[in-house]
């Protein structure tokens, strides 16, 4: 099975950028949805972003959109978060995660939980005021 593995997270002082990154290592893939997602303390896993493996197609969760930009590296299977202008409350623990899908399948949007398949450990993001 594929393994996920999160890095780049850490304290940051608020209005500062960070990029996390997810390596998959394992199985080959092409046909799937990678995404990211927090959890703070006390809260829900919450969407943030995914992007289409193959086709590169991003969406956002809205409050976050234009603040966060979700990439990918396909020669490295890796995909990227980059988070601008940071805030406190975007403390949390971040995670990636895939979802396999076919065809047309892979250009809808993939915002629950229980859409993917696997999940990395995560890494915290602490960000101060």
């Known amino acids: 099975q594929v393994q996920l593995a999160e890095s780049g997270g850490g304290l940051v002082q608020a209005g500062n950028s960070l990029r996390l990154s997810c390596a998959a290592s394992?199985?080959?893939?092409?046909?799937?949805?990678m995404g990211w997602f927090r959890q703070a303390p006390g809260k829900e896993r919450e969407f943030l972003a995914h992007?289409?493996?193959?086709?590169?197609?991003?969406y956002y969760k809205d409050s976050v959109e234009g603040r966060f930009t979700v990439s990918r590296d396909n020669a490295k299977n890796t995909m990227f978060l980059q988070m601008n202008s940071l805030k406190p409350q975007d403390t949390a623990v971040y995670y990636c995660?895939?979802?396999?899908?076919?065809?047309?399948?892979?250009?809808?949007?993939?915002?629950?939980?229980?859409?993917?398949?696997?999940w990395g450990q995560g890494t915290h993001v602490t960000v101060s005021s």
């Open positions: 992007i289409n493996w193959s086709g590169g197609n991003t």
């Open positions: 394992g199985p080959t893939f092409s046909s799937a949805v």
């Open positions: 995660a895939i979802a396999y899908c076919s065809g047309a399948g892979c250009y809808e949007t993939y915002p629950k939980v229980s859409d993917y398949h696997y």
